[in-house]
């Protein structure tokens, strides 16, 4: 069974910082692209951020604007998502996901596997 598990995340005061981590229990995790998305109520999960197979990034400017870093590790099944200089805009529950394609996509619909989420609070 695929399990994709995220923590990391809490409360934190504007300006500061949160490092999200996903540990996947996938077969090839190498083989597949992940992707950090996020959502808040009443609103569509939105892309944050997501890593091919090989390592390269792919991020949604608009709201990261160069704060946050994605990064995998593929020995120890992981992907992890750096977030900086944070703001009460960046409150959401985070949620890890794995696409089968190996390409790095901010299509929701490119991901097959999702994790439970994690909440990420921003105080002012």
């Known amino acids: 069974q695929v399990q994709l598990i995220e923590s990391g995340g809490g409360l934190v005061q504007a300006g500061g910082s949160l490092r999200l981590s996903c540990a996947a229990s996938?077969?090839?995790?190498?083989?597949?692209?992940m992707g950090w998305f996020r959502q808040t109520p009443g609103k569509e999960r939105e892309f944050v951020a997501g890593i091919s197979w090989a390592g390269g990034a792919i991020y949604d400017e608009e709201s990261v604007q160069g704060r946050f870093i994605i990064s995998r590790d593929n020995n120890k099944n992981t992907v992890s998502l750096q977030m900086n200089s944070l703001g009460p805009e960046d409150t959401a529950v985070y949620y890890c996901a794995a696409a089968r394609t190996g390409i790095a996509s901010s299509n929701f619909h490119a991901y097959v596997y999702w994790g439970q989420g994690t909440q990420v609070a921003v105080s002012s």
């Open positions: 996938l077969r090839s995790f190498s083989s597949y692209a």
